[in-house]
């Protein structure tokens, strides 16, 4: 089945306890981003990959990284949680970055900061 | 970026045709109309695109105004898993990401 895995589906972890949350999809996409949701906010996106070793920037990516060094695998790196970080994440892919490819989306992590 | 005007909720009876209005009357000509839907805190589900013609697939009808400043979602039987927040989103030409508004919360009942 063509899908999006995220893991973990929920993480509680302390200030500063550094973590990683999997991304990885099956579909052989070239462009993944990573998106985080928060009340009133919406979904924002947080970085970005359209293509393997190339990563950018997206809206809110203070407190994160990410690498792409497979095409399948986007992680999204917290080297020190903070509670602000403190949301629905959500990974997605798509064959291109293009405006007429449609994102598919994984099931989301959710993640406590205490 | 094109803003969108979505009413904030809507009620469905099962088994009936749900239709889903759209406001964007400042898209561009490049500009492609998306709906994604989310159920709970599940992750947005792509539904379909468009970007002038009408179009259909399994999910889904997207009618799209011919001065292309509204659109309509149809599902055709909605049943109670359609019951989600539905999202209608304008891409702008030569962008990655999707930018999402409120939405409308549809709710569908027995």
């Known amino acids: 089945e063509a899908q999006v895995t995220q893991n973990p589906r929920y993480l509680i972890t302390v200030t500063g306890k550094k973590l990683t949350v999997t991304c990885s999809q099956n579909?052989?996409?070239?462009?993944m981003s990573w998106y985080r949701q928060d009340p009133g906010l919406g979904l924002r996106q947080i970085y970005y990959?359209?293509?393997?070793?190339?990563?950018d920037k997206g809206d809110v990516p203070e407190g994160y990284k990410v690498s792409r060094k497979e095409k399948r695998n986007f992680p999204l790196i917290l080297e020190s949680p903070s509670p602000n970080q403190t949301s629905l994440y959500f990974c997605?892919?798509?064959?291109?970055?293009?405006?007429?490819?449609?994102?598919?989306f994984g099931n989301g992590t959710r993640l406590t900061v205490t | 970026d094109a803003k969108t005007t979505q009413p904030p909720s809507m009620d469905c009876a099962e088994g009936r045709a749900a239709n889903l209005p759209c406001n964007h009357s400042?898209?561009?000509?490049?500009?492609?109309v998306y709906w994604y839907r989310q159920i709970h805190s599940q992750g947005p589900q792509y539904i379909i695109h468009g970007l002038k013609n009408n179009e259909t697939n399994e999910m889904a009808s997207l009618i799209i105004t011919e001065d292309r400043k509204s659109s309509t979602l149809i599902l055709p039987h909605a049943t109670l898993r359609d019951t989600a927040v539905y999202y209608c989103i304008v891409r702008v030409y030569n962008t990655d990401k999707l930018i999402f508004g409120t939405g409308t919360r549809l709710q569908v009942f027995p």
């Open positions: 997605a892919s798509s064959p291109s970055g293009s405006y007429n490819s449609p994102l598919h």
């Open positions: 579909m052989n996409h070239e462009y």
């Open positions: 990959s359209m293509n393997v070793e190339v990563t």
């Open positions: 400042t898209i561009s000509g490049n500009e492609y």
